[in-house]
């Protein structure tokens, strides 16, 4: 088991009383965690991105000492399972990861993935896209149940990011999809589920009594949301944000800030050997 170290210091109230429940009563605390930019490093393509190389000793270490550890993702949850090295872990056998934003679920149990058909509106607009970003520089990552454009090989990432966040918004309502903004990525997918939705089904079903969510874009909001819903209604929870330069509004809104996966791997680290 690691050797305990000092952990990071909330900023507020709220986050100090999620610290000290999850700390007091382990065996109730939920551990969820976003993939890219948290458990793993952004990367131009993101075919290519792995989680951070002590990422699953540190989950490992920890999931046996509370009520369960989550993945929430965009991705499809076989493609963070494989990308994160999760599958047959020894100390990861209740890992749970949710894909398409709750969508799909893997658990590590059974190795498993379920998941609903795609809607029609995903590959209407995985059709039409090719004419709309011809000459733009992006590429386009599919995702089966959602299509992601990303700008961050273009020659001005952020400015195709602005000058496509219109029209691609406009497709997608025509199909009956929204966009989910991101890290130089416009993301095309279903409505209805987003992260808050997926941790709040997921604390509920195993009665958890805190909850910890580290995440580092937009896409995380939702889930920041649920954590403070949840604290409202009596469940202390603590919110990190995995710090980068690109994405400012979850580090106002953490608890705790630290520098990004690195500093989410080495936050893990010390609650297991705090809990160990």
């Given at each position: 088991m690691p050797t305990a170290q000092p952990l990071p210091t909330p900023t507020t109230k709220a986050g100090l009383e999620g610290l000290d429940a999850l700390l007091a009563r382990p065996g109730k605390a939920l551990i969820a965690l976003d993939f890219d930019g948290t458990l793993a490093p952004i990367v131009a393509?993101?075919?290519l991105a792995r989680a951070h190389a002590?990422?699953?000793?540190?989950?490992?270490?920890l999931a046996p000492e509370v009520a369960a550890v989550a993945?929430?993702?965009?991705?499809p949850a076989a493609v963070a399972v494989r990308n994160g090295a999760f599958a047959g872990v020894p100390g990861l056998e209740h890992l749970v990861v949710l894909g398409h934003y709750g969508a799909e679920r893997w658990d590590a149990r059974s190795g498993e993935v379920s998941t609903p058909e795609p809607p029609p509106g995903v590959a209407a607009v995985r059709a039409e896209l090719p004419g709309l970003l011809d000459g733009t520089g992006t590429f386009v990552e599919d995702k089966g149940?959602?299509?992601?454009?990303?700008?961050?090989?273009?020659?001005?990432?952020?400015?195709a990011f602005e000058a496509l966040r219109a029209p691609l918004t406009e497709?997608?309502?025509?199909?009956g999809l929204i966009v989910e903004p991101g890290r130089m990525v416009l993301e095309l997918r279903p409505p209805g589920m987003d992260k808050g939705v997926a941790l709040r089904a997921?604390?509920?079903e195993?009665?958890?009594?805190?909850?910890?969510?580290a995440g580092d874009d937009l896409g995380d909001l939702p889930a920041y949301g649920a954590v403070d819903a949840l604290r409202a209604e009596g469940t202390p929870g603590l919110l990190v944000c995995s710090g980068s330069d690109e994405v400012t509004e979850l580090r106002e809104r953490a608890d705790v800030v630290v520098d990004g996966p690195?500093?989410?791997?080495a936050l893990l680290r010390e609650l297991a050997g705090r809990l160990g």
């Amino acid at each position: 088991m690691p050797t305990a170290q000092p952990l990071p210091t909330p900023t507020t109230k709220a986050g100090l009383e999620g610290l000290d429940a999850l700390l007091a009563r382990p065996g109730k605390a939920l551990i969820a965690l976003d993939f890219d930019g948290t458990l793993a490093p952004i990367v131009a393509d993101p075919e290519l991105a792995r989680a951070h190389a002590d990422a699953v000793p540190a989950l490992a270490a920890l999931a046996p000492e509370v009520a369960a550890v989550a993945v929430i993702t965009g991705r499809p949850a076989a493609v963070a399972v494989r990308n994160g090295a999760f599958a047959g872990v020894p100390g990861l056998e209740h890992l749970v990861v949710l894909g398409h934003y709750g969508a799909e679920r893997w658990d590590a149990r059974s190795g498993e993935v379920s998941t609903p058909e795609p809607p029609p509106g995903v590959a209407a607009v995985r059709a039409e896209l090719p004419g709309l970003l011809d000459g733009t520089g992006t590429f386009v990552e599919d995702k089966g149940r959602a299509v992601a454009v990303h700008t961050r090989r273009a020659p001005d990432p952020q400015a195709a990011f602005e000058a496509l966040r219109a029209p691609l918004t406009e497709l997608a309502q025509r199909h009956g999809l929204i966009v989910e903004p991101g890290r130089m990525v416009l993301e095309l997918r279903p409505p209805g589920m987003d992260k808050g939705v997926a941790l709040r089904a997921l604390a509920r079903e195993i009665g958890a009594e805190s909850v910890l969510y580290a995440g580092d874009d937009l896409g995380d909001l939702p889930a920041y949301g649920a954590v403070d819903a949840l604290r409202a209604e009596g469940t202390p929870g603590l919110l990190v944000c995995s710090g980068s330069d690109e994405v400012t509004e979850l580090r106002e809104r953490a608890d705790v800030v630290v520098d990004g996966p690195e500093g989410v791997v080495a936050l893990l680290r010390e609650l297991a050997g705090r809990l160990g």
